[in-house]
């Protein structure tokens, strides 16, 4: 059990409403990581963080942005949620030998 | 950049061996990765392999990595049903992990 966790674990909302996501850990671990899991596309990087305050896009970023205000926190959030950003959402964490652990996952719906 | 493939399905009996198989284009990546992941779980870091390895052996898991032909494996001995899930290959790219599609394994009794 890698100490991370995701809030909430399920969430359903309207188009053009914000959403946040919370991932917290308790291991300390400098670099995290959001991404998201679509049937036919695997994994995709949304963003990542490197420290507080230090962050930086990954592959499919647009209509997201991050924040990271402390080492156990960092937040994805949906300006104006669309029908394209239902997905399941998953947040790690880096090791020492770069291997990632992931969190539980996050099922959202845009309707 | 990388890419990473990985044969979509396979499907094996219980007590049989599971071959799960991923070849990649480039990468200096130092450690490669197996993932597992059951429905409706996140990833589980399964086992890894030091890249001037070629083969790690962990219980019933065992890693082969041929880095002339970039192929990873991943051998699963006396599969059991319990071991349904899909399995992801990964490997270190530029400040992230590259994932391959994954592979769903059945195992039927």
């Known amino acids: 059990d890698a100490g991370i966790t995701q809030s909430p674990r399920h969430k359903v909302t309207e188009t053009g409403t914000p959403v946040t996501l919370r991932c917290h850990q308790t291991e300390n671990h400098r670099y995290m990581y959001w991404y998201r899991q679509d049937p036919g596309h695997g994994l995709r990087l949304i963003h990542y963080s490197y420290g507080v305050k230090d962050t930086d896009k990954g592959e499919v970023s647009d209509g997201y942005s991050v924040s990271r205000s402390k080492t156990e926190d960092f937040l994805l959030t949906l300006e104006s949620a669309t029908s394209s950003q239902t997905s399941v959402y998953f947040c790690a964490i880096s090791g020492d030998r770069d291997e990632q652990y992931f969190g539980p996952g996050t099922r959202l719906t845009v309707t | ?109």
Request: glycine share 8%; with cysteine.
């Open chain 2, 1 to 109: 950049g990388e890419d990473v493939e990985q044969s979509l399905f396979l499907s094996v009996r219980e007590g049989d061996s599971s071959v799960i198989n991923c070849t990649y284009t480039d990468s200096s990546s130092t450690y490669l990765y197996w993932y597992k992941q059951e429905p409706g779980a996140g990833l589980q870091l399964l086992t890894y392999i030091f890249s001037n390895m070629d083969m790690k052996q962990d219980q019933r898991l065992t890693v082969l990595l041929n880095k002339k032909d970039k192929h990873l494996s991943l051998r699963i001995a006396d599969t059991q049903t319990g071991d349904s899930a899909i399995y992801f290959c990964a490997l270190k790219g530029f400040q992230k992990l590259v994932f391959g599609t994954g592979t769903r394994l059945l195992v039927s009794p």
